[in-house]
């Protein structure tokens, strides 16, 4: 059965770079043509794609978040990271990550979640 | 890239039907069918219940469809049980090569 954990800080100052690691088992990042994502859900608010990046680097984000991602895959760790630069109190949320199938689409796999919050 | 719509909150009572729509555009729900649903019952991650407009994963009760219209989708929960009250939500894959949310529906059992 394949397992998502998401791990980094949970305290990041504002203007400051979060940066956020998932680790998979039960399963190689590079098997097959799965993508690799990033979710966050504020606080009392909805689910919001932030970016994705498949194991051969090849990567996109939400076009208003994009200058200020980076999504990418560590096939050797079979890890998949986020940084997220700029922070403000916008940005606190618990941040997801999650495995997409390809063509069709949908996520399948999700880690636990983990709360990031940006404050001074 | 807007999120797609859906209704704050339905509610049913037990061994009623209920229907949560999620409205998007042409450019989204109405040109793939790529559609997903995901239910969330509070302090959890999300869970897949529907994938490509109306597919079962393994595990989600029957008693779960989904189903699409133009640029409307559907998910239609029958039967309905106290287990199921939880926040639902639908995404969609969108022309511009990205993943989009609708803002999320509160089911409440009555």
């Known amino acids: 059965q394949m397992q998502l954990h998401e791990s980094g800080p949970g305290l990041v100052r504002p203007s400051q770079t979060l940066s956020l690691t998932c680790t998979v088992s039960?399963?190689?990042?590079?098997?097959?043509?799965?993508?690799w994502n990033w979710i966050r859900q504020p606080a009392g608010k909805g689910l919001e794609w932030i970016g994705r990046t498949y194991a051969t680097g090849h990567a996109n984000s939400k076009p208003s978040l994009e200058s200020r991602v980076t999504v990418s895959a560590d096939t050797t760790k079979n890890q998949f990271s986020l940084r997220l630069t700029s922070v403000t109190a916008a940005d606190t949320a618990v941040y997801y990550c999650a495995r997409g199938v390809p063509f069709a689409d949908y996520f399948d796999y999700w880690g636990r979640g983990t709360l990031v919050t940006v404050s001074s | 890239q807007s999120a797609l719509t859906q209704p704050p909150s339905v509610s049913g009572s037990p061994g009623q039907s209920v229907t949560i729509s999620c409205i998007g555009s042409s450019s989204d729900v109405g040109e793939y069918d790529r559609v997903s649903w995901f239910q969330q019952p509070p302090g959890t991650a999300p869970k897949l219940m529907i994938y490509?407009?109306?597919k079962r994963p393994s595990g989600v009760h029957v008693r779960f469809s989904g189903s699409k219209s133009g640029n409307t989708a559907s998910l239609t929960i029958s039967g309905l049980q106290a287990e199921d009250e939880a926040d639902y939500y639908c995404s969609s894959y969108t022309s511009s090569n990205t993943l989009v949310f609708g803002g999320g529906t509160k089911l409440t059992v009555l």
């Open positions: 490509e407009v109306n």
């Open positions: 039960g399963g190689s990042i590079s098997s097959g043509n799965y993508y």
